[in-house]
């Protein structure tokens, strides 16, 4: 994997890209959340659509989270969509950037021997 590409803080490895609705933007607070969000340590891009009001972005999981980036929404005067869909891919997201960022934090053991933790003593 070549992380020669992206922008500084991003593993491919890590990269996710994400969809979600926000309500509540103007033309005053698009320009603002879209740069706050892209000066973040760990977002490869960041796109918004007013007309639709869906945010595009894909960042590096090990680094921001979901939460950060609706604190950043937020800031600014909007929010993520309360609908049932947007309720249930935010969770979802939010399962998927934990699952990722545990696994990056795990070291594999040799497959001949048990891992570190599970050896009893006698």
Same mark, same amino acid.
């Given at each position: 994997?070549?992380?020669?590409? /992206? ?7 890590? $990269?996710?890209?994400r969809?979600?609705?926000?309500k ?29 009001? $869906? $945010? ?9 989270? $979901? ?8 800031? /600014? ?46």
């Amino acid at each position: 994997m070549n992380d020669l590409k /992206h922008r500084v803080g991003v593993k491919e490895v890590n $990269l996710v890209i994400r969809k979600l609705q926000l309500k509540g933007l103007t033309e005053f607070n698009q320009e603002k959340i879209i740069f706050e969000i892209d000066q973040a340590l760990g977002i490869e891009n960041v796109t918004l659509d007013i007309k639709d009001g $869906l $945010l595009k972005i894909a960042y590096d999981v090990t680094h921001i989270n $979901l939460d950060t980036i609706k604190h950043l929404v937020v800031k /600014h005067g909007a929010e993520f969509s309360g609908g049932w869909w947007n309720h249930f891919k935010t969770g979802y997201y939010k399962f998927v950037d934990q699952n990722m960022i545990e696994n990056s934090k795990h070291k594999p053991s040799c497959c001949s021997r048990p891992p570190a933790q599970s050896i009893k003593h006698k």
